[in-house]
Structure formats: structure tokens, C-alpha cells
């Protein structure tokens, strides 16, 4: 019998209108799902610093004429998605028919108010649109599951995370990278080319230096920034002069990532490197840290020559790749579903004869 499968992309999500409404909904569901777990905050403090970042960002916002595209990236996604499952469904994945949806952690539609709209669906991926696991991203889809799902409707949903250990995504990145530059004023093979491959940092230890127990994921960003790294100084295609990791940190929580995107831009400053390229490795759609925060710094910085490249969003090549890995989860599941009936039929069997 047929399967109905269904795909949730989901990610962090940002407000696509600028009001203080949306904007205290957003920033209150960050401090519940990404605040309480460094640190514990009273009712009244979480009111007054979501109203506090709200207000920030709205009149930063306004200032800079920015409007977030994560969300109308990701939507553009999830129709690429079932665009490729409708059109070759029967070729990729037999017996099931595959829906693709969106939610997200932080604006609506938010991730647990989709999974409830699904109980007719035998199997549910959710597919977190971030390329490093920690508590803070997959975690945070995770605990969406575990505190809106019963345990019954939990044992149907299947998370596909930890995306940047795969040789064919880093391949990916080359190609987009070099695309780009030769589409801008800096060439991938100019001899005075520095590139800041930035990612979000992580907090590494709380003030007093002491490490967090909780999974940060900062062992995969430096293990997964050493690959990206290895590729590209072995690409005869590049040519560059200085390579950095650019870790977009924040203020509060404890102690950040080393390897900040302003530390990067400074040894650049230092090695006289003229030309300088960003890449944000560490994200799959551009978003207000890097297309608006990460952007603004490198243009500021003072360099001959700037470029920010777009994350790799909705291209082809990236689109096609994450096809292909939601293919192979939904053929596994498919065959196991099958071995298991037929180990069914087979001890029925036996036990009627």
C-alpha cells in the first residue's frame, strides 16, 4: 500500500514584517528555546529584553532599509522540493506519495503548529536547513518534537541533520564560490584574494570560563571549516592569499567563539590583504547575521576591494543535492517498512501452520 511521506523543511526563521509585535513573538521564542538553555531568566527579565532586542532591531532595521529573505528563501525551497518529488516521484521513490512543508523555530509557521497539521502522514523527515547539529539548531527542532508530539506520533518523525559532513556539499560551495567571483570585481584567481569563510559562532564557556555541558557544536564548525579549507587550497581554480574562519558571535552568554568575523577582518587589515571575499559557509539561506550584520562589516572594513557572497539559497546544484539526500532517507524508510511486513507475513505464517 502506498505511503504519504511528509517533508518539513524548517530552519531558524525571521520576521518578514516589521512590526514590534512580531518582532517581541520572535525574540521571546529565541530566549525560550535558545536562552533557557545557557542560563535561567525571570518571567519579568525575558519580557523586558525581548521588548529591549525588538525595539533594537526594528529601528536598526528601518535605518538600513533591511528586509529579511530567510523565510521567502526557505519557502522558495520547499517548492523547488516538491516541484522535484512531483515531477519524478516515480522514479526516485516508489509506493509513496511526498508533501513538502515549512515551519519554523522562531516566526510562524511555527514547526510544531505544521507537525500537527500531519497525523494522516505515516512518516515525517523534518529537514533542519542548518549545516552543523548543536543544541541550538537541530536540538531546538528536536525539543519542538518532543514537547508538542506524543511519544506514539514522535516514533514517525525521523530528523536529518548534521549536513556538512558530505565531500559533495563542500564540492558544491567551490563551485558557487568560484561562480561568483568571477561574476564580481574580485577574480578566485587574483593573487591578492583574502576569503572569510563565516559561520555563527557558539558560546564555548560561561563567564567564569567554565564549559558548557549542552552540545555547542563547536567541534563540527572547525571540523567542517578545516574541509571547506583543505578544498580550496586544493583547487587549482583559487588562488588565495589569506584564508580566515569568521565566527559572527554575540555579546551575552559567556565566552564566544575565538575565530570572530571581526578577528578576521583584522588579520587581513594586518597582512595588507587588499581584496577581500565572505562567504557564509555555515548557512544554507541568506538572513540578517550575515546578508545584513557580516555584509555591513566586511564593507566597512575599508578594503580595496569587498564582496559578499550569497549563501547558496535556492541554486540548482544545492537544490538537486538535498533532493537526492531526502531520497535515499525516504527509500531506507521505505525498505525497512517493507522488510518488517515481510518478517510479519513470515512469522504469521509460521504460526498458522
Keep these: 500500500m502506498s505511503k ?8 531558524y526563521g525571521e520576521v518578514e514584517h516589521l512590526t514590534l509585535s512580531e518582532l517581541y513573538h520572535n525574540s521571546r521564542r529565541i530566549i525560550n528555546f535558545i536562552t533557557d538553555q545557557i542560563t535561567s531568566l525571570s518571567p519579568s527579565m525575558k519580557i523586558a529584553i525581548a521588548l529591549f532586542r525588538s525595539i533594537k532591531r526594528k ?10 529573505n530567510l523565510c521567502k528563501i526557505t519557502h522558495g525551497q520547499v517548492i523547488c522540493l516538491q516541484k522535484a518529488f512531483n515531477q519524478h516521484n516515480n522514479g526516485f521513490v516508489e509506493d509513496a506519495k511526498v508533501d513538502v512543508f515549512e515551519g519554523y523555530f522562531f516566526s510562524k509557521p511555527y514547526l510544531e503548529d505544521t507537525l500537527a497539521r500531519l497525523d494522516t ?12 547539529e548543536s543544541a541550538f539548531s537541530c536540538g531546538v527542532a528536536c525539543k519542538i518534537a518532543q514537547e508538542h508530539l506524543t511519544p506514539e506520533k514522535q516514533s514517525n518523525v525521523d530528523l536529518i541533520g548534521s549536513l556538512w559532513n558530505d565531500d559533495e556539499l563542500i564540492q558544491i560551495f567551490l563551485n558557487h564560490i568560484h561562480t561568483s567571483l568571477l561574476e564580481s570585481s574580485i577574480a578566485p584567481d587574483d593573487p591578492e584574494l583574502g576569503l572569510i569563510l563565516s559561520v555563527h559562532g557558539t558560546l564555548i564557556a560561561d563567564k567564569e570560563g567554565k564549559p558548557y555541558e549542552i552540545e555547542t ?18 583547487d587549482s ?23 570572530s568575523l571581526e578577528k578576521a577582518i583584522s588579520e587581513l587589515q594586518s597582512e595588507n590583504v587588499q581584496h577581500v571575499a565572505l562567504f557564509p559557509f555555515g548557512f544554507f539561506a541568506d538572513n540578517s547575521e550575515i ?18 557572497i550569497n549563501a547558496v539559497n535556492s541554486s540548482d546544484d544545492f537544490m538537486n543535492w538535498i533532493f537526492k539526500r531526502l531520497v535515499r532517507r525516504i527509500n531506507w524508510y521505505l525498505n525497512v517498512e517493507k522488510a518488517i511486513e515481510k518478517f510479519s507475513i513470515a512469522y504469521y505464517s509460521e504460526n498458522q501452520s
Excluded at 563540527?220 to 586544493?234: D, G, L, N, P, S
Excluded at 583559487?238 to 574562519?245: A, E, I, R
Aim: hydrophobic share 40%.
Design 217 to 234: 557544536g563547536l567541534d563540527q564548525t572547525k571540523a567542517f571549516y578545516e574541509r571547506v579549507k583543505k578544498a580550496i587550497e586544493q
Design 291 to 308: 546578508d545584513l550584520e557580516a555584509k555591513q562589516k566586511l564593507l566597512s572594513a575599508g578594503f580595496a576591494k569587498a564582496q559578499y
Design 59 to 68: 529601528v536598526h532595521w528601518s535605518m538600513k532599509g533591511y528586509k529579511s
Design 4 to 11: 504519504k511521506i511528509a517533508v518539513v523543511v524548517t530552519t
Design 121 to 132: 502522514y505515516d512518516h515525517i523527515i523534518v529537514l533542519t536547513m542548518l549545516p552543523i
Design 237 to 259: 581554480r583559487f588562488n588565495v592569499k589569506s584564508l580566515k574562519l569568521g565566527c559572527i558571535n554575540h555579546h551575552f552568554g559567556g565566552q564566544w567563539t575565538i575565530e
